[in-house]
């Protein structure tokens, strides 16, 4: 069975292995304890010990609370309230929208024209990382990436009661 | 015993070690070994002979004199290449072409990858370029497809940016314009321009020209085969001169060849040095060819398992098919390349179960020189197929490499069992024995697929089987296809080494012709079409003769081969074909020669895909020039009846055999005479290879010391 100690789990996430070293992960079939160890990993990186059920996206976690809650979670502490809620609703938004803003980080006509598309930025209240960016139409609602349903996915995925 | 007396001296230099192979007039050989020193690769290469000769109790000074030829093969300007640590190149192309080595044609990020792997799109990756984009540059002026001058050479422009090119340092200059091969004059003149911006600053470094080193068509493969001419092959040079220095020290007078990728030796004066970039692999089909030939067959299927691959080449008529746009480490090349087809299935080869369709999957990563589970210092943690033959009892886990090696079979045993038989539920023999059962039923496909692909049948050819691997398992995967012979030499081991030392002293050069035969042509064209030809290939002999007289062979004595590439006008594939006559000069003999293509055509493909309807074309001239050189001579020995003698029998073991366990002889190959005949089941032991013998086989010693696997009528079919 395919299996990885967790030093390489922490270069494969960080981004420091070498084409050579990344290969073969790729080419391989998925190690199948790859999730129980990137968990363990996660909870050893962030400076809280809230229990962590589901890694979201980089920064994000689905954590349980002492009381029961589950709610999203900031890697620098900041809680964005029930895991089922959309998160962007509690994040800060930063909108580009006009030539000026969308050149700060495009070369003059390469980027979107902003009456067809917007980019809007997503930030952590607690620590200003950058978490998401949606590029869509002026106006479209705020889209909800991933509603994960935990008990189905730990039950039927990972073989293991949801508790 | 005789006093030996060397003739033939092979070297092969390898990333670590260098083998020597030291043939005696009577066929006879030794086999050293020292440390490569990879700066001065002649100390390890002396002591390597040295460690060989001192089997023979003498010594370089007192053997060198009477060695009359020697080879050199090695990986060393491979390394250099691999290890990015060549010359600081310059280049110069096309203006908007500046971008080659980044883009790679696409293709050079998956080449060489598993089928799954190709189509797995995120693992593909650039490789780094071997000259970084500040040192290309595009100059204006361009040649069109027909060789005319579309837009002149912008002088200015190509000096400012030579001596941009200057300015950087670089130790080399290549030149790789658009169809430079059609017409040389804009490369040529960019060459004096260099020239006479050197002289102002005092300064010489080489300039290579593409369309004067491999003018052929696909500016990609032309120029990277250029750029390794100069980035890894030049610093070569210096080296092998230091090697003839040394044997010339040791008073050996012969002259050293180096081992080409078309199949050829060539002399270490060879302009065109990079075409000795790879010579692993094709000591073995020409050693495999020389031996068939010896035996009076020139069709041979030469098959060798390694740790990490199957290799498979084919011999027809004499001849071995070559590859005209070859790709290795991850480069598209332009230099002929022996076509062997190797597929990720070795006795290293991994084994694990698919957890999507739980089914066993071989390979293609293998364990490679960690050999598997078995082998405790190897750390490997996933079963191989040398698992599973030690498992069975095919392999005694105390005479591998001769015992050199002690291997673990109940640490086989078990991750064999946890791994793949109890995620299958089933016995762990019986899942060993499967997986060997499915290895060969593999390699027995690509086998026929190889021979059949060619519009051949395996009972055209003969079957040789070397390298640790092969004879293991010849038998499992030539059974039922019904070859004329299976042939496994008893001297498997250096087999490639051998084969070096069987290479002619062989040059080989083509040029793009690209000439239209169209449908209807009449006489006068014909003629014309075989004036054009003779020209090309006169320019090509005179390549060849020149690199001769650089020998002390000359020029006289050379046999020259023709060959032309031939497509029908408008498809993309081209087939080599042998010319029918030495010079074409009538109507009649082109003729002959389309007629020869049509022939090989109609077998590759299909008679029914015959499509002359619009004429054809001759992409390609190639003339090969070899003069004879002396080879190694076969082992004849008188036949000493089918007995083996009594010292040749080792003991028994078990093996698992088709469901049960079976008593197998055990004999030691190198104690049997020629004329012995072992029956199966019987398992032969060498140092460096096993030979297993099945139920309802023989396998008969000759007297060239090559066994002939045979199966009883009733076993052939199934």
Not at chain 2, 337 to 360: E, H, K, Y
Not at chain 2, 433 to 457: D, P, R, T
Not at chain 2, 520 to 528: E, L, P, Q, Y
Not at chain 2, 696 to 712: K, V, Y
Request: proline share 6%; hydrophobic share 35%.
């Amino acid at each position: 069975m395919t299996t990885y100690d967790k030093k390489t789990l922490e270069n494969l996430w960080e981004g420091n292995l070498s084409s050579g070293e990344l290969r073969p992960i790729q080419s391989q079939f998925k190690d199948q304890d790859r999730f129980w160890k990137f968990l363990e990993y996660c909870q050893e990186r962030v400076g809280w010990s809230d229990r962590i059920l589901l890694p979201l996206q980089p920064h994000l976690f689905v954590v349980q609370k002492p009381d029961g809650r589950r709610v999203n979670k900031c890697d620098c502490g900041f809680e964005f309230g029930d895991y089922r809620q959309n998160w962007k609703l509690e994040a800060q938004v930063f909108v580009r929208d006009t030539d000026e803003t969308l050149q700060e980080i495009y070369p003059p006509m390469m980027h979107c024209d902003p009456e067809w598309m917007v980019l809007r930025e997503f930030y952590c209240p607690g620590c200003y990382s950058l978490l998401e960016v949606e590029t869509v139409p002026p106006c479209y609602p705020i889209i909800h990436d991933f509603k994960p349903d935990l008990e189905t996915f730990y039950r039927e995925w990972l073989g293991k009661e949801f508790k | 015993m005789l006093k030996h007396r060397a003739r033939i001296l092979a070297v092969d230099a390898g990333g670590t070690m260098t083998d020597t192979f030291i043939v005696d007039e009577l066929g006879r050989f030794v086999v050293g070994k020292a440390q490569t020193t990879p700066e001065n690769e002649s100390i390890g290469l002396i002591k390597s002979a040295e460690d060989a000769l001192c089997q023979w109790d003498t010594t370089t000074k007192e053997a060198f004199p009477h060695i009359v030829a020697g080879i050199y093969s090695g990986t060393t300007m491979l390394n250099r290449l691999l290890s990015r640590q060549g010359l600081r190149v310059g280049v110069i192309v096309s203006k908007g072409q500046e971008d080659y080595f980044l883009l790679e044609r696409g293709v050079q990020t998956y080449l060489g990858f598993s089928y799954a792997d190709r189509l797995h799109v995120v693992t593909h990756h650039h490789n780094d370029p071997i000259v970084p984009g500040r040192r290309v540059r595009g100059v204006f002026g361009r040649i069109d497809v027909f060789g005319e001058e579309v837009l002149p050479l912008q002088e200015g422009d190509a000096r400012d940016m030579v001596r941009q090119l200057l300015d950087e340092g670089i130790e080399a200059l290549c030149v790789c314009l658009l169809h430079s091969y059609r017409n040389p004059s804009h490369e040529q003149r960019i060459d004096q321009i260099a020239g006479e911006l050197m002289d102002e600053r005092g300064m010489n470094i080489p300039v290579f020209l593409s369309s004067e080193y491999y003018p052929v068509r696909n500016d990609f493969p032309r120029l990277n085969t250029t750029v390794i001419e100069a980035y890894a092959a030049q610093p070569s040079r210096a080296q092998l001169q230091l090697v003839t220095k040394r044997f010339r020290e040791c008073n050996g007078k012969f002259e050293t060849r180096v081992m080409a990728s078309h199949g050829g030796t060539v002399g270490i004066d060879t302009k065109e040095l990079a075409r000795t970039l790879i010579s692993g692999p094709i000591g073995g089909v020409l050693g495999a060819r020389y031996l068939a030939r010896a035996i009076g067959s020139d069709d041979v299927v030469c098959t060798d398992i390694g740790g990490t691959s199957f290799d498979l080449a084919l011999v027809t008529g004499g001849d071995y098919a070559v590859k005209p746009y070859p790709d290795l480490a991850r480069f598209l090349l332009c230099i002929p390349m022996i076509q062997i087809d190797s597929v990720g299935a070795g006795t290293g080869s991994f084994l694990r179960i698919n957890p999507g369709s739980g089914r066993i999957e071989i390979g293609p990563d293998s364990a490679g020189a960690r050999i598997g589970v078995c082998w405790p210092e190897g750390e490997v943690t996933t079963p191989t197929i040398t698992d599973c033959s030690v498992a069975l009892g095919i392999l005694d886990p105390d005479y591998f490499l001769g015992g050199e090696i002690k291997l673990d079979r109940d640490r086989a045993l078990a991750a064999i069992k946890d791994q793949l038989a109890d995620p299958l539920h089933i016995d762990v023999y019986k899942a060993a024995e499967g997986i060997i059962e499915l290895f060969e039923e593999n390699l027995k496909g690509y086998v026929a697929s190889a021979v059949l692909s060619k519009g051949y049948a395996p009972s055209n050819y003969v079957l040789l089987s070397y390298g640790g691997g092969g004879p293991v398992h010849v038998a499992g995967y030539t059974k039922g296809l019904d070859f004329q012979d299976i042939l496994v030499p008893a001297w498997a081991a250096g087999f490639s080494a051998y084969g070096c030392a069987c290479g002619d002293f062989e040059y080989r050069y083509e040029a793009t012709t690209d000439l239209p035969v169209p449908p209807g042509s009449d006489d006068d064209w014909k003629v014309a079409l075989c004036t054009m030809l003779n020209m090309h290939c006169e320019g090509l002999k005179a390549k060849i003769v020149a690199e001769f007289e650089k020998t002390t062979h000359g020029s006289e004595s050379i046999e020259y081969k023709t060959f032309f590439r031939i497509q029908y006008m408008g498809q993309l594939n081209d087939l080599e074909i042998r010319s029918p006559s030495d010079r074409l000069e009538t109507a009649r003999d082109l003729d002959d020669l389309l007629q020869s293509f049509e022939e090989t055509y109609g077998r590759v493909y299909a008679r029914a895909a015959k499509s002359p309807e619009l004429g054809f074309a001759i992409t390609q001239a190639i003339v090969t020039g070899r003069v004879d050189v002396e080879k190694p001579r076969l082992p004849d020995e008188t036949p000493a009846g089918p007995t083996p003698p009594e010292a040749a029998f080792k003991g028994e073991r078990k093996v698992y055999w088709k469901g049960e366990w079976r008593i197998a002889r055990i004999l030691d190959m190198e104690a049997l005479e020629s004329g012995n005949i072992v029956e199966g089941l019987a398992i032969m032991e060498s140092p460096a290879t096993t030979f297993v013998i099945p139920p309802g086989a023989t396998a008969e010693l000759d007297s060239h010391r090559l066994f002939h696997l045979r199966f009883h009528q009733n076993e052939r079919d199934h």
